[in-house]
């Protein structure tokens, strides 16, 4: 049989029990429309979001964008949120360093990066991210000794340089994570 008969292969498709394909409509959402929704459409999009977790103002104004919204709605909705105290981008990036530092590992470098990619302004980012620098040794030693507990140091050299690279992409300074790998190794081949 021969599929060039102008039929795309349907017919055969059907012949041979496989099953048709399917176009998909999507719905659309009024929210999601290209000329964007209302003021009450944007405040249940926003309220939507920020019941999954904090975010961020810059996050929210970039969520409503990409669903249409006019700028002119876009801002009046997030100026009253921020007024009623649920959006607060000082609140948010003391709660994300927290979270990020301490179940991700994060140093401070990171963690400003990540804050500057969610739209928060230098001066709240880096007053957000002080972080004590003994916990954050301290966690940077937790993550070392994880990484040490079931992997034998055959070569010192090769592992000093793979763990300082992890703590460096993690956002911890090269000087203390060298120190803290150094410190960990030795504790190590002492016991």
Known sequence: MS???GDNGENAREE?????RRSRQRSEKPSQRAEGGTEAQAKDA???LLTDRARSRSELETKLSGRGFEP?????????????GLIDDADFA???VHSRHTY??????????????????QDTASEASQIDPEDERERAAELVRRK???????DRDKVTRRLVSMLARKGY????????VKAEMAAVTDS
């Open 16 to 20: 041979y029990g496989a099953p048709r």
């Open 94 to 96: 003391n709660q994300w």
């Open 72 to 84: 002119e709605i876009i801002a009046k909705v997030l100026d009253r949120l921020q007024e009623i």
């Open 46 to 48: 926003c309220l939507r």
């Open 104 to 121: 991700s590992g994060k140093g401070k470098r990171a963690l400003a990066v990540e804050l500057r990619l969610k739209g928060i302004d």
């Open 148 to 154: 040490l507990k079931n992997k034998p140091v055959d």
């Open 173 to 180: 300074s090269a000087g203390m994570s060298y120190e803290v």
């Open 3 to 5: 599929f060039d008969d």
